[in-house]
């Protein structure tokens, strides 16, 4: 057992984990914190995407252990005008990709602002950037066109 | 996941020092690939070193006006990195075409460069597979190997290395530091990763208890002007079938300096020396580039499942050469 330090949704955690203890199992079944969920465990679908000091990362291919000292932050600790405008704009059906979808949008506007390039280039967010962008994060539902609409308003 | 120990040394020589004394240790960056190769059980190291807490995560200028990348710099700052886009423009277009952003935000220069192929008998224990279980037998040889290696192959693998950044890394000379407790030194990218013969478990020249420091980018001036085109199944999150890194150079229609490699047809980043040759000094088109693509594909050894790979690779080709040389702005 390694006892880490964390900081969850602005609550200070400090708990034993066993090294090979990922941080998405840390999350859900040690912290109770179920909205970030897992699709593949491989990361594969990013329904596990969580912020890890403000970035977007893939919690299931994370160790806990690796973010000792970190600031993480869930789907339970986000309040953003993205949430509303997912519902407005139809950005899910079964939900269940939604928490990852909505914690990558955060990280994938802040990259923007700080000029992080992607592969389309393009200046300026456009739709196909944000396809781009957001293609870390796969719906089975195949809301993407919602998903879209939700992020072009925010962004 | 199979218990380990787990150590989380704050420099190189604690780090090359921990898995000395420990036969069974392996390195973790971004975890990206050991964690899910772990979770599989195909990973059984005893103790993990994390080295991500190690100060080796910094773009940094060479006298010679190559560029020096630490092991610990992730794919997605390596791709951001202003001097890299600016003369080595393939090496961004290849890290930005591979995974997805989250994955890059955690996978280390180090870990791309080590990461293990991706063919499908090699994840699942139930198949039989020479790289994980040496002389198991490969059931990718008459199984579904759609997405398996033409080039440089043997009758005991035909595994491909799936890494994009490696194939830009390959085109460039680049060249791997590596630090062990007997000292520090350099292997050129061509022969760090190797083809497979009769022993594919051995998949790189770094011994177990070597670290990658670093990655050296040389001065490669025709570089500036160069591309990384991708050809895979879904337009995006999805590895190669086939893919090209290429640098031209033309002078009154004559190719004055080319760099070429492919990824997603051998066990190893592919530098198409053949294609090279047959380019340099010679005119700049169509039928030329043609030729040179043919003659790099002349030893393709296919199988049913992925014969297709062969026009593909030599379409790509001309066609990524073609960009390079009727566009005005390669950048
Ligand atoms: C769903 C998915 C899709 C992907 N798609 C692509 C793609 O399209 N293109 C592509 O190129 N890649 C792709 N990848 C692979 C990804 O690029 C690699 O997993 C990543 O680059 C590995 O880096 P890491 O730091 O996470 O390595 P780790 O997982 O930490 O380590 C990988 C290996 O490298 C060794 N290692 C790590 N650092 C060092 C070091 N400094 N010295 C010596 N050994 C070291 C480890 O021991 C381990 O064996 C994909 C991965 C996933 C999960
Ligand atoms: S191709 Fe190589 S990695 Fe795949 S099953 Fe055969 S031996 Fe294993
Ligand atoms: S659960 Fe992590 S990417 Fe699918
Ligand atoms: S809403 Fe169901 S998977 Fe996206």
Not at chain 2, 115 to 130: H, I, K, L
Not at chain 2, 167 to 191: K, N, Q
Not at chain 2, 240 to 254: F, K, M, N, T, Y
Request: proline share 5%.
């Amino acid at each position: 057992m390694t006892e880490i330090r964390m900081k969850v949704n602005g609550a200070d955690e400090s708990l034993d984990v066993e090294p090979w203890a990922s941080l998405l199992d840390t999350l859900r079944e040690r912290l109770g914190l179920t909205g970030t969920k897992k699709g593949c465990d491989q990361g594969a679908c990013g329904a596990c995407t969580v912020l890890a000091d403000g970035v977007r990362i893939n919690a299931c291919l994370a160790l806990a252990v690796q973010y000792d000292g970190s600031e993480i932050t869930t789907i339970e600790g986000v309040d953003h005008p993205l949430q509303e405008a997912f519902i407005r704009h139809d950005g899910f059906q079964c939900g269940y990709c939604t928490p990852g979808q909505i914690c990558s949008a955060i990280g994938m506007l802040a990259e923007h602002a700080a000029g992080m390039p992607s592969a389309v280039g393009a200046t300026g967010l456009t739709e196909d950037e944000i396809r781009e962008r957001m293609s870390g994060n796969l719906c089975r539902c195949g809301a993407y066109n919602g998903i879209l609409d939700a992020i072009m308003e925010l962004r | 996941m199979r218990p380990f120990a787990y150590v989380r040394p704050a420099d190189v020589e604690a780090a090359v020092h921990a898995v000395a004394t420990e036969p069974g240790a392996k390195f973790l960056g971004g975890g990206t690939n050991l964690v899910d190769l772990m979770r599989e059980g195909i990973e059984r190291p005893d103790t993990v070193v994390d080295v991500t807490g190690l100060p080796l995560d910094t773009v940094d200028d060479l006298p010679d006006g190559g560029l020096r990348i630490g092991a610990l710099v992730r794919n997605s700052a390596l791709a951001a990195d202003p001097r890299v886009r600016a003369h080595y423009p393939m090496v961004p277009q290849a890290l930005l075409a591979g995974a997805s952003p989250q994955l890059r935000n955690m996978a280390t220069v180090g870990g791309n460069l080590l990461q293990r192929t991706r063919c499908p008998y090699f994840y699942d224990t139930a198949s039989a597979c020479n790289k994980r279980e040496p002389g198991a037998g490969c059931d990718a040889l008459g199984g579904f190997n759609r997405g398996h290696a033409i080039l440089g192959v043997s009758e005991s693998c035909i595994a491909a290395h799936p890494s994009d950044m490696c194939v830009a890394l390959a085109a460039l000379d680049a060249v791997v530091e590596a630090r062990s407790v007997r000292g520090t030194r350099r292997i050129p990218i061509e022969e760090f990763h190797r083809l497979p013969g009769d022993t594919p478990q051995v998949e790189t020249a770094l011994a177990s208890d070597e670290l990658v420091t670093a990655v050296e980018l040389p001065a490669v001036p025709v570089a500036a002007r160069s591309r990384y085109r991708k050809v895979r199944d879904r337009a995006s999150y999805a590895f190669a079938l086939v893919s090209v890194a290429a640098a031209l150079e033309v002078r009154d229609g004559a190719v004055t300096g080319v760099r070429l490699a492919l990824g997603g047809v051998a066990a190893k980043p592919w530098r198409a020396r053949a294609a090279e040759e047959a380019l340099l000094g010679g005119p700049a088109g169509e039928e030329a580039f043609r030729r040179a693509a043919e003659a790099e594909l002349a030893s393709a050894n296919v199988r049913p499942g992925n014969a297709f790979k062969s026009r593909l690779a030599e379409a790509t080709i001309v066609a990524t050469l073609r960009e390079l040389s009727t566009e005005g702005d390669a950048g």
